[in-house]
T-cell receptor, first 109, second 113 residues
Framework: GQNIDQPTEMTATEGAIVQINCTYQ??????LFWYQQHAGEAPTFLSY??LDGLEEKGRFSSFLSRSKGYSYLLLKELQMKDSASYLCASLDSNYQLIWGAGTKLIIKP | NAGVTQTPKFRILKIGQSMTLQCTQD?????MYWYRQDPGMGLKLIYYSVGAGITDKGEVPNGYNVSRSTTEDFPLRLELAAPSQTSVYFC????????????FGPGTRLTVL
């Protein structure tokens, strides 16, 4: 079957670094997405990885290991506005996104 | 560019009623999607379309219907609403399967009582 696993909730301190992990098992693989979703709002695109390695985009970085079926999203210099849910999604062989349930990130001052 | 727009933002239905959720995109995207998001759950694909006149079922299509008569519009029809259809509905679009980043509308919060 198809499965995306990520932690339900994480807590971090403003100014710190946090890593949100995601493991995936999907029918085929055409890339791994991370989306941010603030409470009551729509998901917004953060990153896409299809090759192994780290992609850096400002304070956010995303890593992929295809052999391990593993990705993480790294958030640096945390700000209060980063409090949101972070959704991991795998693009399967039919180019459909299989979504995790999301990780709710709570930032404390 | 307005991006992806959805109406209405909120709706309360009685069991057995019908309604249409509207979705429009102005990015000339070929692919459009309807998802539902239940609390604590991942997004579930209801239907998708790869172009005008072409639609296909996703993971949870029962109780829903779609049509795609134009590139811009992709309405979702609920017939005989049931409490199990209480959810937040998101419409999304992408250029095609290669330009596969999906852009989401603001969502419709539907309650069926």
């Amino acid at each position: 079957g198809q499965n995306i696993d990520q932690p339900t909730e994480m807590t971090a301190t403003e100014g710190a670094i946090v890593q949100i992990n995601c493991t995936y098992q999907t029918s085929g693989f055409n890339g791994l997405f991370w989306y941010q979703q603030h409470a009551g709002e729509a998901p917004t695109f953060l990153s896409y990885n299809v090759l192994d390695g780290l992609e850096e985009k400002g304070r956010f970085s995303s890593f992929l290991s295809r052999s391990k079926g593993y990705s993480y999203l790294l958030l640096k210099e945390l700000q209060m506005k980063d409090s949101a849910s972070y959704l991991c999604a795998s693009l399967d062989s039919n180019y459909q996104l299989i979504w995790g349930a999301g990780t709710k990130l709570i930032i404390k001052p | 560019n307005a991006g992806v727009t959805q109406t209405p933002k909120f709706r309360i239905l009685k069991i057995g009623q019908s309604m249409t959720l509207q979705c429009t995109q102005d990015m000339n995207h070929n692919y459009m999607y309807w998802y539902r998001q239940d609390p604590g759950m991942g997004l579930k694909l209801i239907y998708y379309s790869v172009g005008a006149g072409i639609t296909d079922k996703g993971e949870v299509p029962n109780g829903y219907n779609v049509s795609r008569s134009t590139t811009e519009d992709f309405p979702l029809r609920l017939e005989l609403a049931a409490p199990s259809q209480t959810s937040v509905y998101f419409c999304a679009s992408s250029y095609d399967e290669e330009g596969h980043t999906q852009y989401f509308g603001p969502g419709t919060r539907l309650t069926v009582l």
